[in-house]
């Protein structure tokens, strides 16, 4: 599953502690908290604030899902792109919209403005470095100030994700593809899909 690190043979007790609590909630230990792991006071935390950003932030589910693929695109973090690219287009996506994303074009999301708004306002965040006061008034009248301190930890959270699995090489699970036909392609590497709960 990872290039640069070699599998985990054998947890500490921390460590183990750690990926069952993460493998309760997830249904299993696997790709970047199989990296995560190797510092595991940071992967608790990690952990805990992605699940926020994923299943409870006051963003709606789809503008969630599109959150995490905008900074996968921004990064070219292929292995989030796989993994989230279907759930984006369940919660309500259309699958068009997320098809120009990988192509690095502007969406159409078609009727759902808030989509376009946030994928606008996460743009100017994350190539900018900042947001103009026209977008920064749309984003807030859309979201909420709650909603947007929401979408920034979600793009925070999401590029540190971003990061980790670019540096250390996570390459996508058997039978995913190249979402990004411009960028390197997957290291060729058996993978190390997950870790069983250390009570197994």
Same mark, same amino acid.
């Given at each position: ?9 054998? /947890?500490?007790? $921390?460590?183990? *502690?750690? !990926?069952?609590? @993460? %493998?309760? &909630? ?32 006051? /963003?709606?589910? $789809?503008?969630? *899902?599109? !959150?995490?693929? @905008? %900074?996968? &695109? ?38 759902? *403005? ?87």
């Amino acid at each position: 599953m990872h290039v640069r690190l070699s599998p985990l043979e054998e /947890l500490t007790a $921390r460590q183990a *502690e750690i !990926s069952e609590r @993460i %493998a309760s &909630r997830r249904g299993g230990t696997r790709g970047p908290f199989l990296i995560w792991l190797r510092s595991p006071e940071l992967c608790e935390r990690v952990e805990a604030l992605g699940a926020f950003c994923r299943f409870e932030s006051s /963003l709606p589910l $789809r503008l969630r *899902e599109l !959150s995490l693929l @905008i %900074a996968a &695109r921004h990064f070219d973090a292929a292995y989030s792109w796989n993994a989230h690219a279907d759930k984006a287009v369940e919660a309500g996506l259309p699958a068009e919209s997320i098809e120009q994303l990988a192509r690095n074009e502007v969406p159409d999301f078609g009727d759902d *403005e808030d989509a376009a708004i946030l994928h606008r306002f996460a743009t100017e965040v994350l190539r900018d470095h900042f947001v103009s006061d026209e977008t920064f008034a749309a984003g807030l009248a859309a979201f909420g100030e709650q909603g947007l301190v929401d979408l920034i930890g979600s793009l925070g959270n999401y590029s540190m994700l971003a990061m980790l699995l670019n540096t250390f090489q996570v390459d996508p699970k058997p039978g995913w593809t190249d979402p990004y036909p411009d960028v390197r392609g997957f290291a060729k590497i058996e993978p190390q899909t997950s870790l069983k709960p250390a009570s197994a």
